[in-house]
């Protein structure tokens, strides 16, 4: 059986690593969570104090991108040799990377990098372009919906398993903070969140996680054979 490329894409919150990372496992593919990619970019930025240089002066990211290395280590996510799987899911984080994706040279670096990492196929990507952008060529392509006030109240969910009893954003400021990061990504000039024509549209609003990822996987079994 050839391995192919399996392309998830979507709005904030609408299930994709969730579903991309269970239905590599069943496949035997390789996850790759190319959100967390932009979000290691965002945190060094961040750490470097070049948010504010960066917002009068595009090209001051050059530096970090000729130095920066991003990968995997299981489902951690390396930074520069550090595992920064919590540090990237900061609030702080969290509201500046939709800045730091919409730069070209950031784009450009994480293009060339995702493309290698799927040269042998056998991988589920998502993030927002990888259907239009990166992989156009997927063998599927599954752009997965949900309504804001369900994605909002997942999000509240995983953030209060994580507090441990801390508090949480609430509902409400999490379903804007959701809402403005859709329009952020949609209207940006360089590869914006789009459905390719050939995307699948799962909406997931009513749909269990099991039901999901059965649906997917359904469309796998169908392209390579059971
Ligand atoms: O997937 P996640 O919500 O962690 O992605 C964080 C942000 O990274 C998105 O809101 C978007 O701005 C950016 N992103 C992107 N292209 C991708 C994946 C993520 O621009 N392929």
Redesign the pocket.
Known sequence: KKPIIVAIDGP??SG??TTAKILAGRLGYTYI????M??SVTLRVIREGLLEALREDESRIAGVLQSITIGFRGDRVILDGEDVSEAIRENQVSRE??FI?SLKPVRDKLKELQQEMGRKRGIVM?????GTV?FPDAELKIFLVADPAERAKRRHAELSLKAGGAAVPSLEELEAEIVK?DK??EERTH?PLRRHPDAVVVDTSKLTIDEQVGFVHDLVMKLVGQ
């Open positions: 904030a919150a994709k690593s969570d190319t959100g967390a932009f979000r990377v939709s994706s998502d993030g927002r372009d990888i990166i990061r952020d990504d590869a």
